[in-house]
């Protein structure tokens, strides 16, 4: 079976067909993925039988796997892998993290000095209802910057926080997940980054901003930067430039945190149950030749 790559919108994503990640990848076969990864930002492949063991390999083959904090919700014996959504322990407390504010757009990146993250989503159980996943490009975001815009962005710098996003989050929903340990909580200091940057691997000009997390942009009062951020990210998610991911049971997606920035919608899904296991993983990107005829928005 050969491997197939249909474009999912002008702007990210692309869905990989001919593939079956339950079997080890060869490097011709990983080399395609990695490929789709930095020329389109999102990556799906749909009917897909994956084990937490089998997506972590998947992982590992993009980077260093990151354990997430919330121990309580890793798959069991399988701390790479971390579940997602509204399902129950047979006690009624809950088996998986539900984000009730992840319905804003972000990268989960932000608050980390290494900027290039890969997530791996495996969608387990969805609902009938809800659950999409929104996704949009900062490279077509910036290649289509409005100049005024572009010359209050260019040289400054962005600190974000992971901390304060999680305080925002426990603050709206205290039962979603246990409050981080003072020691956790010293794992994640600030991080000030370039706004405006080259992407290492693919040489491609973006803005990285992920507005839950940040706390300021210099040269800009805090106020100030809110109402930029605001408009960078209303810009990079305009209408016309958004990827809706509608979940099918099977689906594996996994995109570029650096290039892109994503959102649930809102968590409310009539009833339904939502599972999906989250992998996340460091990666170490080459350089990469860019079709630049290929990528869209480009500059
Ligand atoms: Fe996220």
Partial sequence: MSITLTPLHPTIGVEIGGCDL?????DQAFQTLLDAYY?????????????????????????????????????????EIGRVGNTKHPDGSP??????????WHSDTAS????????MLYCVKTPKVGGDTLFASSVN?????????RRRIEGRQVTHSFNKHNDYLLA?????????????RAKWPDRTHDLVQTH?????????????????????SEGKSAELAAALVAHTTRP???LRHVWQVGDLVFWDNRASLHSASPADYAGGERLIHRGYAYVQPLAWPVDHELSAGGE
């Fill in 141 to 149: 975001a910036y290649a289509t910057l409005p100049d005024p815009l």
């Fill in 172 to 184: 709206k929903n205290p039962g979603s997940a246990k409050p981080l340990s003072a020691e956790d």
């Fill in 22 to 26: 339950s079997q080890p990848l060869s």
């Fill in 240 to 242: 016309e430039f958004v």
């Fill in 95 to 104: 088996s998986a993290f539900l984000d009730r504010y992840g319905n804003l």
């Fill in 39 to 79: 020329r389109y930002s999102m990556v799906l492949i749909r009917g897909q039988q994956l084990t937490a063991e089998a997506q972590t390999a998947l992982l590992r083959c993009f980077g260093t796997p990151k354990i997430s904090q919330r121990r309580e919700f890793h798959v069991p014996g399988v701390p």
């Fill in 112 to 119: 980390d000095n290494h900027l290039d993250g890969v997530t």
């Fill in 200 to 220: 290492p691997a693919t040489g491609r000009r973006l803005y990285f901003v992920s507005p839950t997390l940040m706390k300021n942009i210099s040269g800009y």
